[in-house]
């Protein structure tokens, strides 16, 4: 039977018509920089967010990494948020290879990272200190699309303090579609972009950094130095390419499914909604309960992230239907009320 997985959106299989394509695109060896298909998505996203270079890797948490790599040396420090996807969820990479030491700063519930708690956390110039150079933000963060006066306004501190700014952006086309507006609008404030291309985008494999040429030239080497340089690797920039023309305006249909899926659970004792921002809907289920819970779903052939705390994140994506939506709303309606087994 069919399951249906709301564990994130990088579950995504690949259509029909995007294999199609992968299968016909023109490939060369993107490390000697002679692959067509790469380099037409390099180039295609960095006119289209106004960069001067982009530069194809293999996953988002690759591309923050030499993305810091690329504005920090060793000893240097980037200002980040503490629940951010580049400081807890990525190995504490830019520490471990990149000797850049993180400085967290506490969310907003808003996901906007205050800027004078920002202000407070830049460092003197003291031999004492790391040298603070950079600002980390990440849209959309759980599911909210930062403002763009917001945006504006870290802008003008990072360049009124000397700091550059950078964003995760991997789900930046999910923020722009909720804040209905181009994605330049969101990207035209950073100094470097991280694109995830295999989020809701639906595309098997990547995402594509960008930034100036000589920045894109440091991550470049960056990328080899971590192994992330690929050959053929056209295929996949070709699913991007395609992702791009085909997937970014259904994104909306992401978003109101989600937005179903929290509607129909309000009420729901023992299933508590605790928010609903675009693709992502968080509930919170008691811990002593979290194991009946996954019984239920595995009876349901629902997939949910269970267990790693009380709240759980169900993520909308191209392979959650309108059925699919509904199924999840009758499983944990039915575990609400008591039943492991739920109607599928």
């Not at 205050?114 to 830049?122: F, K, Q, S, T, Y």
């Not at 403002?147 to 952006?169: I, K, N, T, V």
């Not at 639906?202 to 920045?215: C, E, K």
Request: charged share 20%; aromatic share 4%.
């Amino acid at each position: 039977m069919h399951w249906t997985d709301l564990r994130s959106d990088t579950v995504t299989q690949p259509t029909a018509a995007m294999r199609e394509t992968m299968v016909r695109a023109p490939v060369g060896d993107d490390v000697y920089g002679e692959d067509p298909s790469v380099n037409a998505l390099q180039a295609r996203l960095a006119s289209d967010l106004g960069f001067e270079a982009g530069l194809f890797v293999p996953s988002g948490t690759q591309s923050n990494l030499i993305g810091l790599m690329a504005h920090c040396q060793r000893g240097d420090e980037y200002i980040v948020g503490m629940d951010a996807h580049t400081y807890k969820y990525e190995g504490g990479g830019a520490a471990v290879l990149g000797s850049i030491q993180p400085q967290p700063i506490v969310h907003a519930p808003d996901g906007t990272l205050p800027l004078d708690a920002v202000e407070r956390a830049i460092k003197p110039i003291d031999p004492h200190f790391a040298r603070t150079r950079l600002l980390c933000l990440e849209n959309t963060w759980h599911g909210r699309a930062l403002p763009l006066d917001y945006l504006a306004q870290a802008r003008e501190l990072c360049d009124r303090r000397g700091l550059s700014l950078h964003l995760d952006g991997a789900r930046m086309f999910n923020a722009a579609v909720a804040l209905r507006v181009a994605p330049r609008e969101i990207t035209q404030h950073f100094d470097s972009v991280s694109v995830c291309l295999s989020k809701g985008l639906g595309a098997p494999v990547g995402s594509v950094l960008l930034g100036t040429r000589a920045l894109i030239e440091t991550a470049t080497r960056w990328r080899k130095v971590v192994g992330g340089g690929m050959r053929q690797a056209g295929m996949l920039a070709a699913a991007a390419s395609y992702a791009l023309d085909h997937h970014v305006a259904r994104l909306a249909d992401d978003h109101a499914r989600a937005a179903r899926i929290a509607e129909g659970l309000q009420g729901a004792e023992g299933v508590h909604v605790v928010a609903q921002h675009t693709n992502m809907v968080f509930i919170e289920v008691p811990l002593e309960r979290h194991d009946a819970l996954r019984r239920a779903m595995d009876a349901a052939h629902v997939r949910l992230s269970i267990g790693y705390t009380q709240a759980i994140r169900l993520v909308t994506h191209l392979d959650i239907d309108d059925e699919g939506a509904a199924r999840v709303v009758r499983a944990l309606r039915s575990f609400a009320a008591g039943g492991e087994s739920a109607p599928t």
